[in-house]
């Protein structure tokens, strides 16, 4: 039997670090956009997770238990998402090192965006304007600790749509007449 969860792990991984990399290279502000990071890339990640377990069911003649179902569904997590952070760690480490300072910049707009928005109150703003300080001072390279870390977070919640997945296509087998007879005699 094919192991589906590597193809469509391996395949997934692959489709979303080009997504990442069309949008950095068409303009590199779109890889923190809310659509390819929050949307995008989440619903892909489950249409994969989808296509292995029913691949992998049909395999088993149609039926399978949710233990059939999970390993293929994880594994795809696992795959796509060590793609996915290893091209992340790439990207910003040897293709553009001043990504960090993109990323830095892009949050600090958004949360002068965001006060704005709400006319907060000055003990709000003053309040806003320490932690925009904090975030200006903060270190926010991509080390390879914080890949594997970020890695390591994904793979764990990987685990909760792949159950999902796995509980939504289990099929038992309907139990026949011969089963019931055959363990009526044991």
Known sequence: ???????FGILCGVVSIVLVYIAYFINPEYIYSYILTMLAHPIFHVVCMVLAVKATRSDLGGYATFKDLIKPAFTVAILTNLIYYLGYYVL???VDPSLPELEKQIAIEAMDSMAEMFSLPDDAMDQMEE???KLEAMDNT??????????LL???WGFVPAAIV???FKKTRPLSVYDETVNEAS
């Open 1 to 7: 039997m094919t192991n589906h969860g590597i193809r």
């Open 92 to 94: 910003y480490n040897f």
């Open 131 to 133: 932690e925009i300080d």
């Open 142 to 151: 991509y080390t390879i600790a914080k890949a594997m870390w970020s890695y």
């Open 154 to 156: 994904s793979v764990i």
């Open 166 to 168: 796995s509980a939504i």
